[in-house]
């Protein structure tokens, strides 16, 4: 039995075999249109989408060639059977030639037919797998894409290793540019749905107007230029992942259908009331406090709640900062062919004005810097990125300048470190001195916060007030 999603539309102008053919396969399980001409086919394909056409070949004023012609350079990925008579059988097999899949001749023979449509619609469901198995293949699918040795971001992705082959909802939070979509790829491509789509939707991206078509798709006449039928990013994502970044974004009234996706696993599209089924993974992702939100009434109690099932929190680069000197090679070695030269590392002092700088844009803010840095770059090594003053906050202490003649290796950790000093000193100036309260800061225990007040000898007393 063929799956009710399967769409067929059948062109002959003869009204017998259209009925006839009709029946046989909705008896079969198809869905199935019929057109008595090539012109009303092209009309029917524009409105809705396709799985197959079966299409006479001999047909007044546009025959099946033509049609076959038009079809496969506006809607390429749609299969075409062709139906011939017995003298037709040679213009059949030049059909072959322009992209039909296959033909069957009149009078047809019903297990002939039905035998050929089940080849053509089980070839084009497993080319589509192996489409998304071949975009597995060019993604990497452990974490070898996000670059990181710091601790809180180990402890991340053993969270993330904790949920991704459940289904469970993911809830992730961190600050713009820290990289929450590497995240969510992570999840997916580490989860038993790694071989089915995963799909991004830039909730903040796309005007509120279309976000509800964008997610939930329409039909043909739902909306003022919703010429034919499109299915939305749910459907797409069947059987896969629907990573919604910046959920804070999604207005109120679109907020109580997103609830019906995560208790029902069921949409509608727009300008119909048929309900589908969609299995999907939701993740998402939010800059935004969703906690205050909610208790302004900007966002659903329910939905937080629906949403917030795992929540994962991304630290931001300037918490991260053993991170730099890392993931400033690994953007060199990725972009270095934009430069006019071999560039291969950074001096002492650009190392150490990124490990002094506030990073508000986080980790897109250095990827973006360290391109400009290559293409203006004039020699070997990268001496400076064009960082931006942090407006209202005083220039930090730097490492002693002798130390820049240091061996690398040797000046980097005395720069690590340095930096680390300077955040445990801020992160105690802004809890009072009160440890528990910067080790939640830092999320990290308190026999960490004692080491390292130990370490780098600094009085706490100073700081309560």
């Known amino acids: 039995m063929a799956a009710p999603t399967t769409q067929i539309l059948i062109v002959d102008d003869d009204r017998a075999f259209r009925v006839a053919t009709t029946a046989l396969l909705q008896d079969a399980g198809y869905a199935t249109q019929a057109a008595p001409s090539a012109a009303e086919a092209l009309e029917l394909l524009r409105k809705k989408d396709f799985d197959l056409v079966l299409s006479d070949l001999v047909m007044e004023e546009m025959n099946g060639i033509e049609l076959l012609r038009r079809i496969k350079q506006e809607y390429p990925g749609t299969t075409v059977i062709m139906v011939t008579g017995f003298g037709s059988i040679q213009t059949a097999v030049d059909a072959m030639r322009l992209g039909a899949y296959d033909y069957v001749t009149k009078p047809a023979n019903n297990d002939e037919l039905l035998i050929k449509i089940q080849r053509a619609v089980e070839e084009r469901r497993r080319s589509r797998e192996l489409e998304h198995l071949r975009n597995v293949i060019r993604i990497e699918t452990n974490f070898t894409n996000i670059v990181s040795q710091n601790d809180a971001m180990r402890k991340v992705f053993k969270q993330v290793r904790q949920v991704a082959d459940t289904d469970v909802t993911v809830l992730i939070t961190g600050e713009t540019g820290t990289g929450k979509e590497l995240l969510a790829k992570a999840i997916h491509f580490n989860s038993s ?241 009160n440890l528990n309260q910067a080790a939640r800061k830092m999320d990290v225990d308190r026999k960490t916060i004692y080491r390292k007040i130990a370490e780098f000898a600094i009085d706490v007393q100073q700081f309560k007030e």
């Open 193 to 433: 749905r790694r071989a089915a789509p995963f799909i991004t939707v830039q909730c903040s991206a796309i005007p509120e107007s279309l976000l509800e078509s964008e997610l939930f798709g329409h039909e043909a006449g739902s909306f003022t230029g919703a010429a034919r039928r499109r299915i939305g990013k749910f459907e797409e994502a069947v059987g896969g992942t629907v990573f919604l970044d910046e959920i804070g974004d999604v207005p109120l009234l679109l907020q109580t259908k997103l609830l019906r996706v995560l208790q029902e696993k069921q949409i509608s599209r727009l300008g119909s009331n048929g309900i589908i089924s969609v299995d999907v993974r939701i993740i998402a992702a939010t800059n935004r406090s969703l906690d205050a939100m909610t208790a302004d009434g900007t966002f659903r109690e329910d939905l937080f709640y629906r949403l917030n099932v795992f929540p994962l929190s991304f630290p931001p680069l300037r918490e991260r900062l053993d991170d730099i000197p890392l993931l400033a090679q690994h953007f060199l070695e990725r972009h270095k062919t934009l430069g006019r030269t071999n560039v291969s590392g950074f001096s002492a002092e650009c190392i150490h004005d990124m490990m002094n700088y506030s990073w508000k844009g986080n980790v897109r803010e250095l990827e973006n810097l360290i391109k400009r840095a290559i293409i203006k770059a004039e020699g070997e090594v990268i001496t400076s990125l064009e960082l931006l003053p942090s407006p209202g906050q005083p220039p930090v202490e730097g490492v002693a300048a002798a130390a820049t003649s240091l061996p690398y290796k040797k000046y980097l950790d005395q720069v690590v470190q340095d930096a680390e000093r300077k955040f445990l000193v801020r992160i105690l100036q802004e809890c009072g001195g």
